[in-house]
Nanobody, 115 residues
């Protein structure tokens, strides 16, 4: 089993920055990929950014150039640095971890971009 705990969400003004954290515990050696998804009210969940166990990263077009995914050396915590935030970035952001046989999700953290 893998447990994921997110933190760092909140209210920020347009143009501001936030950093989300996702701490993984449990059978973390099974994890191949970690990432962040988001879901805005009335919309489907969408991928924001992922990072593989080898360190490769990928981003949604909406996140490229503004968001950066990274992790600590122990590979137990993944971060999402979000800069130049826009109102359309408002959503519940959920951490995701993929193992060979199943996926895991955090509880989600609310990000609200508003003046």
């Amino acid at each position: 089993q893998v447990q994921l705990v997110e933190s760092g969400g909140g209210l920020v003004q347009p143009g501001g920055s936030l950093r989300l954290s996702c701490a993984a515990s449990g059978s973390i050696f099974r994890i191949n990929v970690m990432g962040w998804y988001r879901q805005a009210p009335g919309k489907e969940r969408e991928l924001v950014a992922v990072i593989t166990s080898g360190g490769s990263t990928d981003y949604a077009d909406s996140a490229k150039g503004r968001f950066t995914i990274s992790r600590d050396n122990a590979k137990t915590t993944v971060y999402l640095q979000m800069n130049s935030l826009k109102p359309e970035d408002t959503a519940v952001y959920s951490c995701y971890a993929a193992a060979p046989t199943r996926s895991y999700w955090g509880q989600g953290t609310q990000v609200t971009v508003s003046s």
